[in-house]
């Protein structure tokens, strides 16, 4: 079945239809380097995971780009607060994003290119628009891209340019949708901006953010490719703004599919400081979530509808974890840990239809969750065939390459499993007491003991 994705541009779901056949070339904006990653972000960041690891899933080759914004107007003002160079302030930054990017489980991306590296190239398009009648410079040397230039400029966001100031311009990265203007591509130094400054043929400055992402895609995968991602929040003026600069530079269409993420909200509300609900990764750690259960939580809801996170989502999701940890257990204990096959149950053609949709995580987990139940029971009553147990084992492998919601089987402390045949021993001579004595010393390591027909097993405790 083809997978169909919603593109933001054209407001319908579409069939993916690479440039090359079989391979997808996916540009997701990252991080900018200011602070620490919020959980918010990292909706964003699990959503471009989901997307990478289904498509790959369905046997596309994928080409992952994401750029770490290191120079832009929160980085320089962040670094003058902190009186540090902005080099100390993004490395510490980009740094520990790399760390949750691992805690979480997110596969890594073919290139993390840095804006700073890629100056002359911003320098060079730049050159290129005002040379086509694009840009303009003003007295302060400035470069801004003059939307006027573009027709379709606005056509992502619906923008309706009737009412506006066509003589108007802006200098800020940011600003909203009511008052679409004139963006700078080229910042002229400014006594603000301290020893943040790069030579330009139109004097000392820095590159704005928006013309930043045009050229990191473009030089990683052509002026023609696939997918772009990003939270809504970046819809306007980022991706507009993108979208003018590479079409007007390169006279290509950019990207066939623009996939947008909505946004996290915290107890059913914007993220805040003030508040006490402004959530990091490590807080969440130290807080006794797993990186399963932020995955699952994050993952559970569809890209394009809010999801909400509260800390009391933890118990369920931790039992989530658990119960699809333990039918794994199951299916391996029944036929083995080398067992391969290909072979998958009926219910999977439903998962598949429902990811193929648009990536539907919350109707293909309930598929899951569907057979699982279902399976759960035949495991209890001794009625799943072999056959059947591998075919399922077949489900769950599929499904963790996608989700990743499994914890990685820790190995038994060489202790433990001393402390576990001391148990068994005290079992054999019906020594309950010292056999519970015994468990109990386990359980403090992190272990709980389980007695099965053929013997004692060990598993970690899940938080
Ligand atoms: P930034 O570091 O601010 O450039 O953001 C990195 C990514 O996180 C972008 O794709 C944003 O759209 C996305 N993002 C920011 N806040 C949230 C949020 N609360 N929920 C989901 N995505 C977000
Ligand atoms: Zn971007």
């Known amino acids: 079945m083809p997978v169909r994705l919603f593109n933001s541009l054209t407001r319908k779901k579409e069939e993916l239809k690479p440039i090359i056949p079989g391979k997808v070339s996916i540009y997701t904006c990252g991080p900018t380097v200011y602070d620490v990653a919020h959980i918010g972000n990292f909706r964003a960041f699990l959503f471009e995971d989901l997307l990478k690891r289904y498509l790959q899933l369905k046997g596309f080759k994928v080409f992952h780009v994401m750029n770490i914004t290191d120079v832009d107007d929160r980085t320089i003002r962040r670094s003058q607060e902190k009186h540090i160079s902005i080099s100390e302030l993004t490395k510490k930054y980009a740094d520990q994003f790399f760390k949750d990017l691992n805690t979480l489980k997110v596969k890594p991306a073919d290139v993390y290119p840095r804006a700073t590296e890629h100056i002359d190239s911003m320098i060079r398009m730049i050159e290129t628009l005002i040379q086509k009648g694009h840009a303009y410079v003003t007295d302060d040397g400035s470069v801004y891209f003059a939307i006027d230039t573009y027709p379709e400029y606005g056509r992502l966001t619906r923008l309706d340019r009737s009412q506006q100031q066509t003589s108007a311009r802006i200098a800020t990265d940011d600003y909203t949708k009511d008052n679409p203007q004139d963006f700078s591509l080229w910042k002229g130094w400014k006594e603000e901006d301290g020893d943040v400054y790069w030579e330009s043929p139109w004097g000392r400055g820095r590159p704005g953010w928006h013309i930043e992402c045009s050229v990191m895609s473009i030089e990683y995968l052509g002026s023609h490719f696939d997918i772009h991602c990003g939270g809504v929040d970046n819809m306007f003026p980022h991706h507009e703004n993108e979208i003018a600069q590479s079409v007007c530079a390169t006279g290509e269409p950019f990207v ?29 750690i130290n807080k006794g979530f797993t990186p399963e259960a932020l995955r699952y939580i994050l993952l559970g809801t569809h890209y394009r509808s809010k999801v909400n996170f509260s800390l009391d989502k933890r118990h369920e999701a931790q039992r989530v974890v658990q119960r699809v940890s333990e039918i794994y257990d199951r299916l391996l204990d029944l036929v083995g840990r080398e067992a391969t096959g ?38 209890a009553e001794q009625s799943l065939t072999h056959e059947d147990a591998l075919k399922g084992l077949n489900f769950i492998r599929r499904f963790n390459s996608v989700f990743d919601i499994i914890p990685e089987r820790k190995t038994v402390p060489p202790e433990v499993l001393r402390l576990v045949k001391e148990r068994e021993a005290a079992r054999n001579k019906k020594d309950w007491f010292e056999a519970d004595r015994l468990r109990e010393i386990i359980r403090k390591q992190g272990w709980i003991v389980e007695d099965t027909p053929t013997g004692s097993k060990c598993k970690p405790i899940v938080p």
């Open 256 to 284: 066939n599919i623009w996939m947008h993420n909505e946004h996290l909200l915290v107890d059913g509300g914007k993220m805040s400081k003030s508040l006490g609900n402004y959530y990091r990764i490590s807080d969440l």
């Open 342 to 379: 290909d072979e998958l149950p009926a219910d999977y053609t439903h998962f598949e239809a429902a990811m193929d949709d648009d990536l539907d995580a919350p109707k293909a987990l309930g598929v899951f969750f569907n057979w699982v139940r279902k399976t759960n029971s035949q495991i």
